[in-house]
């Protein structure tokens, strides 16, 4: 096999004619990238649950690049190009999806939001711009208590150093998708949200927002078709069990209020107003601010998290459970509970 991309969380192999994706126990928040430690049994948990959830899916109908499980820590998967927008002084080209092109990822992040709750982004955007409401399909400002159903559907970049919120005119100035297949990506992510949500909510956990990526198929009728691509999991998805957070937001509210993700934001500001995309050099050249490492205690309650789930996950399911039988959800919560209570 021959590695093709090394990414924060999982790397691309090329194996004859399909793709590897090999899950590795690094993690990432913040868009930092690779943090300085790794969690055990990270990898393993991922490809098991990625497995899970795509022949899941399958079973119900919708259409992903997933062809099997390779290894306790890797799936194989259908080729799909990554057509990267260029730099360009100020700003990303797209041009290269003018020409409409097929078998290739659509460089853009969808997320829906079924409940919004405290801290959301959402609100402090649309205050911000309250147009962006109508391309929201909503006629009156959310607030954290409100939900969604179908799920609410957002569009960011995929392929930019920091991911950008599009509104509709965004998208159609990028010139990546037509009217059609805007509405077919909100489509079947809404139908996607509603089947994982019904599965998490049969062992007691909610899912309250997430994010999709696809890929464009072949066209018919002017219009390209869809497919589920990259990875379904914790780490995509934002879930909570008895009230704790049961998803990479563990990791997040771990760092959160730390000297370094307040730079993080700073640098994220500084480089919007300098209109540039360094905003890691800056926050660590400027502000001389970097991740620092996690203590072994949370270190292992990240890593139960992980286990826990994707062992709850094959219970429902009807499959074996992949790791210890006595590292279930309630356990973890034990854990997690006495790990945050001491941060706070």
Not at 284 to 307: D, F, H, K, M, T
Request: glycine share 4%; hydrophobic share 40%.
């Amino acid at each position: 096999m021959n590695l093709i991309y090394r990414g924060s969380v999982k790397d691309l192999y090329q194996n004859n004619d399909k793709i590897v994706f090999e899950y590795s126990n690094r993690y990432s928040i913040f868009d930092w990238g690779e943090m300085p430690d790794e969690i055990p049994h990270k990898g393993e948990a991922l490809a098991a649950m990625a497995s899970m959830f795509f022949e899941h899916l399958s079973a119900r109908g919708f259409s992903s690049h997933y062809l099997s499980g390779r290894s306790r820590t890797s799936i194989e998967v259908q080729p799909v190009k990554v057509l990267r927008p260029e730099w360009k002084g100020e700003a990303y080209d797209y041009s290269m999806y003018a020409s409409r092109p097929t078998q290739c990822l659509v460089p853009l992040e969808v997320i829906f939001r079924r409940h919004l709750g405290q801290g959301n982004s959402l609100e402090g955007r649309l205050k911000k711009n309250p147009a962006y409401l109508a391309d929201l399909e909503l006629s009156k400002m959310p607030t954290s208590a409100d939900s969604f159903m179908p799920a609410l559907v957002e569009v960011s970049t995929k392929l930019e150093t920091t991911d950008r919120y599009l509104s509709k005119a965004d998208v159609a100035a990028m010139n990546v998708v037509n009217d059609a297949e805007y509405a077919a990506l909100r489509k079947n992510t809404q139908d996607v949200a509603a089947e994982l949500e019904k599965l998490f909510a049969s062992f007691g956990v909610k899912l309250w927002d997430g994010k999709l990526e696809f890929a464009f198929t072949h066209e018919n009728n002017g219009q390209r078709g869809l497919v589920l691509v990259d990875s379904i999991g914790p780490d995509e998805l934002r879930l909570t069990y008895e009230g704790l957070p049961l998803s990479k937001e563990f990791l997040r509210q771990i760092y959160t209020g730390s000297e370094w993700s307040e730079a993080v934001k700073k640098a994220k500001d500084l480089a919007k107003e300098r209109k540039t995309e360094a905003w890691k050099s800056i926050c660590e050249n400027e502000l001389g601010q970097r991740p620092a490492a996690l203590n072994a205690e949370q270190i292992q309650v990240s890593s139960w998290l992980y286990l826990a789930l994707a062992n709850e996950i094959a219970t429902v399911l009807n499959k074996p459970r992949p790791f210890d039988e006595n590292i279930n959800l309630k356990f973890w919560h034990q854990k997690a509970l006495s790990l945050l209570e001491k941060k706070a």
